[in-house]
């Protein structure tokens, strides 16, 4: 140290390597502004004005470090009301950024500003951020990559470069808005989506959407780091790219034990990191992207059409830098049957934590308490005043244990935190089944479902332990479940009905994936473990957009511990109103 500072140069140096030191420890705040607007979008040959964040389609990146604070302004300038979720950020003691309009916040009206801050605590990877209001994050949402630490290298060989994040989303012709509103007034199903999108973009396999096709431009001999998004509504996706494979490294912002595919698959609320290996020399051709559902629904009730994106390579010898070249052949990549299961099955058990000593699998070993939850569709009589769309006469509902969530007109957080909760809703959320049947068996003649406002209580750090399982009711159906505020471990599946006698011998308490959205297998069932180590009101439902409107919702209500560093603090002075 004497020697560092005997020469202004080496004392300069010395300087930087503290100032290093302690951005990487403290982080540093990163500012957006979002102003919530609209924009008209020309797609599939229909101009549509959509909501959007800065006029951006999909809306703008957030890019930070670990350890880093983000402050974004949020200000709406729209007729609609409007929220944000962070989706996978655990918002460590900041519930009332988590975003759910009527559960952690009262909606951003027109004309009002609220500034969403919070801290990015040992996360690294990609998440992303949507509206979460209605169907809004149709067009509402974008990217958050977090780099590492500044110094910290990926615990995989380091990429040559970073492509731009793909997305994939969900593209209706007509307005979302009065497609779901037509829907709940009628009690069908919403109409299904015309396109699915990567970047915004539907491809050349849609009608009158050449022109709209995302590339991606690469080099021979290179490794790139691709992250990948599912912002699709109702939809889980294949992903494949012809003549390349991908290996995945990350999910949902944790790292995962390399493994390497040719097709992935992707829910709604999910992300992946993969590596791209491109060819080691100019292979003189294009390579297209495929995501397409995977779906065991009837078909026809579901969009089963195909996004495409495009691969190219730089070639050396071309003169031109303009890209895509037509005389050049295309290679299409092999997808799966729209309702493979297996190969579903087949890729998600691949998923295993990191569990190293720098990236431990903290995987709860103990159990405090134990919850099984049924997971899916039903249905609600329809008033007498109607005429319903929905199964047999019926409205269409869906539910958690039974129990389809009615939102609130105020927030359940702001009311938990007052402990004015009268009215507003009740701690007797069911544990387990109230009238066990055989999940997946035939299913019970009356379909009904009951509705109300129910949060289940933790006190502070439970070790909970959740076995989510679908039903039958209506056809089994695979339902991607996302829990906001934790990640948790995923330390078993199955199909049929969870057997509580053996298959906890079965559980992976060593390295289980670790993520926040996990699919509950069509006719199945999958258990998950977490550490109730956040206080607040913590939203748990389906991500495809249509189970999550006709009920298929429910939230944890997570009590303060007993120290100042475990209770939540009040609300900001910005926070919205109802
Ligand atoms: C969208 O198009 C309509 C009709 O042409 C126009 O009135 C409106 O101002 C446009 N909106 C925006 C945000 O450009
Ligand atoms: C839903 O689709 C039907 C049939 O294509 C169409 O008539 C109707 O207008 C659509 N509804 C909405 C709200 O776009
Ligand atoms: C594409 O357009 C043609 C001609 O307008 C029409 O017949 C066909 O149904 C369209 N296909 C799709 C997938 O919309
Ligand atoms: C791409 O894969 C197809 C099918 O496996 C093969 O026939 C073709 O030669 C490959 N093309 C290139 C450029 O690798
Ligand atoms: C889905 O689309 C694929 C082609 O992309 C087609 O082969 C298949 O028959 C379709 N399946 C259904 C159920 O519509
Ligand atoms: C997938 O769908 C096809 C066509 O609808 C059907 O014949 C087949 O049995 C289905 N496979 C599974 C595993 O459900
Ligand atoms: C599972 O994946 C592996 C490799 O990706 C493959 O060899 C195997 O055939 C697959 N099994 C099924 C049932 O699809
Ligand atoms: C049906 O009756 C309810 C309650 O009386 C009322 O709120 C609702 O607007 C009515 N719906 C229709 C479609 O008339
Ligand atoms: C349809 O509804 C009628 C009258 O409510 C009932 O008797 C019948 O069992 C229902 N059928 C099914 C398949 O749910
Ligand atoms: C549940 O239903 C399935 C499918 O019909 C059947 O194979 C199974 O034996 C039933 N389980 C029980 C416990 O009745
Ligand atoms: C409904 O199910 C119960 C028990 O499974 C059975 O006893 C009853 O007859 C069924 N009712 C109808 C209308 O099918
Ligand atoms: C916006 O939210 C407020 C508070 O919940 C509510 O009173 C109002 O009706 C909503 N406005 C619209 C346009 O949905
Ligand atoms: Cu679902």
Known sequence: ?????SSGLHCSLLMATLTLLVVQAQGITRHYDFNI??????????????????????????????????????????????????????????????????????????????VYKFTITAQRGTLWWHAHISWFRSTVYGAIVILPKLGVPYPFPAPHKELTPVIFGEWWLSDTEAIVNTALKVGGAPNISDAFTI?????????????????????????YLLRLINAALNDELFFSVA???LTVVEVDAVYVKPFTVRTLVISPGQTTNVLLATKPAYPGANFYMFARPYSTIRPGTFDNSTVAGILEYRNPGSLSSSSFDKALPIFKPMLPYFNDTNFVTNFTTKLRSLATKQYPAAVPQAVDRRFFFTIGLGTLPCPKNMTCQGPNGTQFAAAVNNVSLVLPTTALLQSHFTGLTSGVYAANFPAMPLSPFNYTGTPPNNTHVATGTKLLALSFNTSVELVMQDTSILGIESHPLHLHGFNFFVVGQGFGNYDAVNDPAK????????????????????????????????????????????GLRMAWQVQD???PSQKLPPPPSDMPKC
């Open 1 to 5: 140290m004497a020697m560092a500072i």
């Open 37 to 114: 607007q609209m924009a008209n979008v020309t797609r599939l040959c229909g101009t549509k004005s959509i909501v959007t964040v800065n006029g951006q389609f999909p809306g703008p990146e957030l890019t930070a470090r670990e350890g880093d604070r983000v402050h974004v302004r949020v200000t709406n300038h729209v007729a609609h009301n409007m929220s944000i979720h962070w989706h996978g950020i655990r918002q460590m003691r900041t519930g009332w950024a988590d975003g759910p309009a009527y559960v952690t916040q009262c909606p951003i009206q027109k004309g009002q500003t609220y």
């Open 199 to 223: 970047n915004g973009l539907p491809g050349p396999l849609y009608n009158c959407s050449a022109k709209d096709t995302f590339k991606l431009k690469v080099e021979p001999g290179k490794t």
């Open 243 to 245: 003549n390349h494979t």
């Open 507 to 550: 559980f992976n308490l060593v390295d289980p994936v670790e993520r926040n959205t996990v699919g509950v297998p069509a006719g199945g069932w999958v258990a998950i473990r977490f550490l109730a180590d956040n206080p607040g009101v913590w939203f748990m439902h389906c991500h495809l957009e249509v189970h999550t409107t006709w």
């Open 561 to 563: 511990g007993s120290k």
